[in-house]
């Protein structure tokens, strides 16, 4: 099966591909595109990684799965193309970027224009059945992006990690925080949001830390 990856990011995760949980891994999702209808489509899986080289990154956002209707996910947590309504956690991240920086809400849900900044929109799990959330979990997925941010929290310094939610929060609980800024709040969802998400201001500290090492900030 073919996938599209950066041959930079190839590089430094091949040890990982060769291993046989992944080599599983292709194998069921190499099944699943043939008979089910899965998403994000199949060039996109690895689109996050395909916008910025592993040097490039500044910022780590995580999230769980990709989007499970029709047209919204291409391969960045919470981001959607062109022309797609915003989803509800979209909506909210928009929200606390408006009250946090003065920012208004895009016309596009598409992130791409941060990705191209050096912001990884990681899932941890890269795919997903049509209308059916949580299908791919459990099959390889987040042991392949767990390793993704072992190699980033290892093999760089300060990078800002936003981990919105207890999902995130554990996937992301071995990073060191003497090297790196790590954020946490509650996740963007409309379910939780409100009990501390909006208001959590990491998108200027993110700015703020970046700035204080000499990276340069992201223009949210």
């Not at 997903?128 to 290892?154: C, M, N, P, Y």
């Not at 201001?201 to 992201?218: C, D, M, P, T, V």
């Amino acid at each position: 099966m073919h996938f599209n990856i950066h041959p930079d990011w190839e590089a430094i995760l091949r040890p990982e591909m060769e291993m046989p949980y992944f080599q599983d891994l292709l194998k069921f999702v190499e099944e699943e595109y043939k008979y089910k209808t899965i998403f994000p489509p199949k060039a996109f899986v690895f689109n996050a990684l395909n916008h910025a080289r592993p040097e490039e990154v500044k910022v780590v956002i995580l999230g769980q799965d990709p989007y499970h209707g029709p047209g919204q996910a291409h391969g960045l947590s919470f981001s959607v193309p062109d022309g797609i309504a915003f989803p509800p956690s979209l909506r909210n991240i928009f929200k606390e970027i408006q009250r946090d920086l003065g920012i208004s809400a895009p016309f596009s849900g598409n992130l791409e224009r941060w990705a191209d900044q050096g912001v990884l929109l990681l899932n941890a799990t890269l795919t997903v059945r049509a209308s059916l959330a949580g299908s791919h979990q459990k099959k390889g997925w987040e042991e392949f992006t767990d390793a993704i941010i072992h190699r980033l929290a290892e093999d760089s310094e300060n990078l800002v990690f936003m981990l919105w939610g207890s999902h995130a929060q554990k996937k992301g609980q071995f990073i060191d925080e003497r090297r790196h800024l790590v954020l946490k709040a509650p996740h963007p969802s409309p379910l939780s949001a409100h009990r501390g998400f909006i208001g959590c201001g990491h998108f200027s500290q993110a700015n703020e830390y970046l700035e204080s090492k000499r990276k340069g900030g992201i223009d949210w």
